[in-house]
């Protein structure tokens, strides 16, 4: 069973609505990341911490903005949505001290913006 | 060129088949290799690491070639229930942490 949760998990919103998308992890991680994955489509990084109060954007441009200030919650904000926002967002760790570990991921979240 | 490259497949088997897929990666410098399993409208889930000298768990096998810089996944004796499609994720070099993850490869075992 894996030790990180996201909520909600499917959410529909109306454009121009602010959104927190939720991920907490009981592992001790210090490295969390944030995916978007269209239905068919592969992973891409939108964010990634490497501990507290680091966050960094990852290779697909996003209108959203992370969060680190404790170790275990790593939450996700839109300020405004659009339809374009419309996706799968899936929250993962990892322990840098663990490498071949990989990642552990959330179960995600659906996200329709209408 | 994408940094980690997979074929999307299809791929469609009977019931019993061995199938394998490739995974290439462009940074020689990778050192972390990894197979993830993603069932429809679901998460990825850890299927194995990759180690240097192969590595078998059950019906899979996991390559590593650096020379030719790609990793394979071999399947034995497929089941209805390995259809999935199977990422290949590599690290990113100086050991970040960061998987790149390819777009993935689905799976069909039929009856």
């Known amino acids: 069973e894996a030790d990180i949760y996201q909520t909600p998990r499917y959410l529909v919103i109306g454009t121009g609505k602010k959104i927190t998308l939720e991920c907490s992890q009981t592992m001790g991680h210090d490295k969390m990341y944030w995916y978007q994955q269209d239905p068919g489509m592969e992973l891409h990084l939108i964010h990634y911490s490497y501990g507290v109060n680091s966050t960094e954007k990852g290779d697909l441009s996003s209108e959203s903005t992370v969060s680190r200030i404790r170790t275990e919650h790593f939450p996700l904000t839109l300020e405004s949505a659009r339809p374009s926002h419309t996706s799968q967002y899936l929250c993962?760790?990892?322990?840098?001290?663990?490498?071949?570990?990989?990642?552990?991921f959330g179960s995600g979240t659906r996200l329709t913006v209408v | 060129r994408k940094e980690v490259e997979q074929d999307p497949g299809p791929f469609n088997v009977p019931e019993g088949a061995t199938v394998a897929f490739n995974c290439t990666y462009s940074?020689?410098?990778?050192?972390?290799f990894f197979w993830y399993r993603q069932d429809c409208r679901k998460e990825p889930k850890l299927l194995m690491s990759?180690?240097?000298s192969g590595n078998e768990d059950g019906r899979f096998t996991a390559q590593l070639n650096r020379a030719s810089q790609y990793i394979s996944l071999l399947i034995r004796d497929s089941k209805l229930s390995d259809s999935a499609t199977y990422l290949c994720?590599?690290?990113?070099?100086?050991?970040?942490?960061?998987?790149?993850f390819g777009q993935g490869t689905t799976l069909q075992v039929k009856p």
């Open positions: 990759v180690y240097s």
């Open positions: 994720a590599v690290n990113t070099a100086g050991n970040t942490g960061k998987l790149i």
């Open positions: 940074n020689s410098a990778s050192q972390s």
């Open positions: 993962a760790s990892s322990d840098s001290g663990r490498t071949n570990y990989g990642y552990t």
